[in-house]
């Protein structure tokens, strides 16, 4: 199953997307500048093989939920979330802010 819902954070929308498969749950809250993302997401992959793009995106791990996401510290963050300011161990909510 795939649920997006519509996530306000300090009157800026983002897109949340849960998507349910055998034994996990993705999870991604996407905005017009970047994303954060459940433990699926391979940052060294954006770092590195997809330097070029200088993608914006933070993972937070031992998530379940899009409010799980939101509140939890980030693991690790691309390197074009670093140049913003967003990094590990800042919270999902505050990495969307930041991206705002």
Do not use: F, W
């Amino acid at each position: 199953m795939i649920d997006v819902q519509p996530i306000n954070v300090e009157g800026n929308l983002y897109q949340g997307v849960s998507v349910t498969l055998p034994k996990t749950t993705l999870l991604v809250i996407t905005g017009k500048s970047g994303y954060i993302m459940c433990g699926a997401l391979d940052v060294k992959l954006l770092n590195d093989k997809l330097a070029d793009r200088n993608v914006i995106a933070g993972k937070a791990v031992g998530v379940r939920t899009l409010d799980d996401l939101l509140h939890a510290p980030l693991a690790e963050v691309t390197i074009g979330a670093e140049k913003l300011g967003i990094h590990v161990g800042t919270t999902g909510i505050e990495a969307l802010k930041i991206m705002a």
